[in-house]
């Protein structure tokens, strides 16, 4: 029998630790690994995206082009791979084409190979674009299509999208499931349909493990077809995250599907990160499972937003009314995929409209959604409501892609750059400014003070435990102490209030 | 399209607990849940078995006949389940046949259905005599196959073992799954070629969580054929225990297959636990997932079993060779599944050979288990370790079922439990001493003083929190405190040294 040969990619040195532990993960608590990531056969190893970016410069004083380099001499024999958000780059708002151009080909110069592109309103005019400039670098050119679930999408939607995705030049067609909603047997349809009417097409699927159900849908993908799947090692996986890599291996035993993953090196890639994962104990969240989202279609980060802001206006107990109000607002809107950004705009909306009555108040963010300027939406927006965010934001709806209206602005960005103190004079610094203004000048002025961990130290995770022990000898009856002071010896007894 | 009705056998009450806390749950944390699992559609509700006998009479002074009656009370619409280790009962020696029909008969009539009867040894004399007096009260008799991987188990050999249970007039078969090893195509195949060869048995599923495959093999299960499979509840799941049923739902949809539960219970039934599980918070293992065991074929529990003995022995260091010695030992006992007792069996000896050089001293546990003590095993047993055995316990091997030699013993046994203090004179109580009499006269004097929990209250979960905050700030930086003693106030510093 011959097996097919199924691709992994790796996903624990950007997604996985995005996932789990906010992002917090330093570059020197990954160095260790890349040896045996380069060689445990991945089809290629993902490492790079906006909120690694986001993080470098904000939390870890870490050039993140610098990180790029680094990956890339670490793992000389691998396909690195990147998730960019089309016309958005790794930012919150679009920008001009000339920008995206430089981008990408810094990027492919700094050493990355595959570009994931994908817009969180599957909207295919946000991503032409950079594709275009993917392929002209000679680099992978992967079209995404984010999965949700409503009314108005389907098998048929998906391979429309799909066949856009291929007109555009993709070379590989990447199905992210960011919410954990894809079930087994519509990961099995929409993928057969894909492979049937566009054969040949690479298909990668992407999947996060919140709902404890999408390894089987991976399973399900791969008989449908799957060409590669995402996953992370062991150690850095589940709960919010991902599969583990060496289940998926297991998984295929005695199918007709291998992985063909060097298992050894995957062992090693585990008690690596086994090791590390403790240090960023505190930026865990404790979900482990949750299923209510295939109801809710709420994700457990939009949920726990909406949560915070609802306590901040003193009506924490009006969630479930939120929750009711979050499907009907998706629905005004043309059911966007609930993904950063739209799920922040939608879920932030819903909760104006349940603390102030419906579209009383509209966001900025909100209104721009409805009049066009993050795009197509899947669906027909509601007429009423289009016009309240006229009204309200003294804006004209628009039909052009939202980066037509854009100037050339890559001078005007390279100026704001030479501005700011600790600037290099590269491309690349001129880069990151423009995608994080608020944050990249405060990083330039102390960048040469040299990245920082934000886990803990060995030493700090001993104490803690210590301290944990003693405290719960103390909790738990009196304690005496002799106290000498002045030359005089107290004894004294401390116990809880 | 007509969907294949998939019964589900929710195990919260028995197996989740026990894998999970170490079998610690108290029967008031579990009652407030029960009408919602009686109303919520399961196939049947598994409550009752060997260690969660032994931890109510252990840990929490509590009578489990008295637990199994209100669990019958609480759920009069739900069929309840056991574990039953055939012969053995829940014990950890072979009784009489005598003492095995009034076990069966006292747990029908005190409010048992369905008894999952299994045999570590997949010994079919173990299971025989139990299997007919099930089937005599007129209750359930599901015959058990102990799934496990060696040389010696293949396809033909788990068809040939359910012909044998179906012969003994097995009305199901439970495909038992104790160590998460199954993975998806075997387990597609085992049941495939059971039902092809025995058309209408049905086939109820047992998986852990432990290997992170196994949802993938229930989902190929049903596709063969299966009938039933086991979860637990998604705040009881994962880990060391089992897949989440509200996993198992959403998998299923869009399929050919449903189970038909009512989603609202299940959302109450997973927020009673979800209460309920930090209090015991402290029993529960870190290990999330381990794939390790699919090389090593040794299960977490002997592993850490096994390092326990080698630290007492100052030979902390040698794990890895007991490692490579099990398969070694396991070979010569004729591949015995390695799961209570023959894990710690074969487990101890492992250490004993390496510490001592190989059989030089041999456990009693181990001679027995070469000499046919415990019944037949798989496969022919080295000769040369036989006789090892033999010279060492100075006993004979026997090839008769292990209960064959002994004589009638309930009366010895009523005798026995007249003589302690708080015995009520029942049967059940008879079958409590008889079964653990190392822990029963104890439990018997303490019984009128009522159950106890073991878990954490909620004051205390909230003390400990507030201590532990309280705590990491003390580790962060000094505090000043200033203290008054005698009139005259002292300022200190306290840092951590």
């Not at 035993?253 to 995957?266: A, H, I, P, V």
């Not at 499972?289 to 924490?316: H, K, V, Y």
């Not at 009907?328 to 603390?355: E, H, M, W």
């Amino acid at each position: 029998m011959t097996q097919r040969q199924i691709g992994v990619t790796e996903v624990a040195l950007r997604d996985a630790h995005q996932s789990l532990m906010a992002t917090r993960m330093a570059m020197e608590d990954m160095v260790e690994a890349c040896a045996d990531i380069d060689a445990a056969g991945y089809w290629s190893v993902e490492c790079w995206g906006g909120a690694t970016f986001d993080s470098c410069i904000r939390f870890l004083n870490e050039d993140p082009w610098e990180r790029l380099r680094t990956f890339r001499e670490l793992m000389p024999n691998s396909r690195l791979q990147m998730l960019l958000r089309g016309q958005n780059l790794l930012g919150y708002r679009h920008y001009e084409d000339g920008v995206v151009d430089r981008f990408v080909e810094k990027s492919a110069e700094n050493g990355m190979d595959v570009f994931r592109v994908f817009d969180a309103l599957n909207d295919p005019r946000n991503l032409e674009h950079a594709m275009a400039a993917v392929t002209r670098t000679g680099k992978h050119a992967q079209g995404t299509i984010c999965y949700t679930i409503s009314p108005l999408h389907d098998v048929e939607g998906y391979v429309k999208l799909a066949g856009r995705l291929i007109d555009m030049g993709a070379q590989s067609l990447a199905l992210k499931d960011m919410a954990a909603l894809l079930k087994p047997q519509p990961a099995y349809d929409v993928i057969k349909a894909i492979k049937e009417t566009y054969p040949g097409t690479q298909i990668n699927v992407h999947c996060h493990s919140t709902t404890g159900v999408t390894l089987v849908s991976l399973m399900k993908a791969i008989e449908a077809g799957a060409d590669v799947v995402d996953t992370a090692i062991s150690s850095m996986s589940l709960g919010p995250g991902h599969n583990p890599t060496e289940a998926l291996v297991e998984m295929l035993e005695g199918t007709d599907y291998t992985t063909g993953l060097d298992k050894d090196r995957l062992h090693r890639i585990r008690d690596h990160f086994a090791g590390v994962r403790p240090k960023y104990k505190e930026f865990e969240s404790a979900t482990l499972i949750d299923t209510d989202i295939f109801d809710s279609q709420i994700p457990g980060g939009m949920l726990s937003n909406m949560e915070s802001q609802l306590r901040n206006q003193g009506a924490g107990d009006r969630i479930r009314e939120v929750m009711e109000e979050v499907p009907r607002v998706r629905k005004d809107a043309g059911y966007p995929p609930l993904v950063t950004p739209s799920s922040q705009i939608v879920g932030t909306q819903a909760v104006f409209n349940v603390l102030m009555g419906r579209y009383k108040v509209m966001t900025g963010e909100f209104a721009d959604l409805m009049l066009g300027y993050y795009g197509e939406c899947p669906g027909e927006r509601t007429p009423e409501v289009v016009d309240i965010a006229r009204a309200q934001s003294k804006k004209d709806p628009i039909e052009v892609r939202p980066a037509d209206l854009l100037e050339p602005e890559w001078d005007k960005l390279t100026e704001d750059a030479r501005a700011l103190e600790g600037f290099d004079g590269t491309d690349e610094d001129v880069l990151t400014n423009a995608m994080f203004p608020g944050v990249a000048p405060k990083f330039f002025e102390t960048r040469a003070d040299g990245p920082k961990n934000v886990g803990k130290t060995a030493a700090q995770l001993e104490a803690e435990k210590a301290a944990a022990t003693a405290n719960s000898q103390a909790v738990r009856g009196p304690i005496n102490y002799d106290i000498t002071l002045g030359g005089r010896t107290h004894s004294v007894k401390v116990e809880p209030a």
